[in-house]
């Protein structure tokens, strides 16, 4: 069964400063892992996605991800960050061990980032 | 209308009440999901519907009742909820090729049972 743990129910950080928001998960296949936005009142939105190659990915509003195997991480980073930033992240993660064809997306529990001017 | 709309956006209903949570997708996937957001809690997923086929529901309680017409269209049909059902419900689609499984979601509908 896979799991997806982020550490810190609540992040607080300047604008200006760096965004680090931490995702480890546990898969027993090769996984798909992804970082999603909410923001108040709305749906969720697909900040970024890893499936294979680059472990490095680059996703939208500046923010990136590394996947680092041997950690079973995938932690969501920002260099600097924007007031508009502020919202509720989601790191999610899915496989094929199932054998399914559909997508089936464990996710975990949220994280709330605060942006103090 | 693009991507992914949910109807209506805020519902408040009573525990005898029958409503019907409406979706669609303008995406033109095969895939479609509803998700059960509480506050505090991980978002649950309630149902998946692959090629308008039922394929899985994670022991959602028989007052919910999905339905998924074609496959751009996918309702939640209501009755007899009770107060912990109060959440904001998601639907999502997503197109089975490969091993995308990337998902788009709607707006949500909030929810109150009262």
């Known amino acids: 069964a896979q799991s997806v743990t982020q550490l810190g129910s609540h992040v607080s950080v300047s604008e200006g400063a760096l965004v680090l928001l931490r995702c480890n998960y546990s898969s027993s296949v090769p996984p798909y892992l992804f970082w999603y936005v909410q923001y108040p009142n709305q749906g969720l939105q697909l900040l970024l996605k890893?499936?294979?190659?680059?472990?490095l990915v680059k996703g939208i509003n500046g923010f990136e991800a590394e996947f680092k195997k041997s950690e079973t991480s995938f932690h969501l980073t920002k260099p600097s960050a924007h007031m508009s930033d502020a919202a509720e992240y989601f790191c999610?993660?899915?496989?094929?061990?199932?054998?399914?064809?559909?997508?089936?997306?464990?996710f975990g529990q949220g994280t709330i980032l605060t942006v103090h001017p | 209308e693009t991507g992914v709309t949910q109807t209506p956006r805020h519902l408040v209903m009573g525990m005898t009440n029958k409503k019907s949570l409406k979706c669609e997708q303008h995406?033109?996937?095969?895939?479609m999901y509803w998700y059960k957001q509480s506050a505090k809690k991980p978002l649950e997923l309630m149902f998946v519907y692959s090629l308008e086929e039922r394929v899985e529901n994670n022991s959602v309680p028989s007052r919910f009742s999905p339905e998924c017409p074609n496959s751009s269209h996918l309702f939640l049909h209501l009755h007899t909820l009770q107060p912990e059902d109060s959440a904001l419900y998601l639907c999502?689609?997503?197109?089975?090729?490969?091993?995308?499984?990337?998902?788009?979601f709607g707006p949500g509908t909030r929810l109150t049972v009262t």
């Open positions: 890893y499936t294979t190659g680059a472990t």
């Open positions: 999502a689609s997503s197109q089975e090729e490969g091993q995308n499984y990337e998902q788009y």
């Open positions: 999610a993660v899915s496989d094929d061990a199932g054998g399914t064809s559909y997508g089936k997306l464990t």
């Open positions: 995406l033109g996937h095969n895939a």
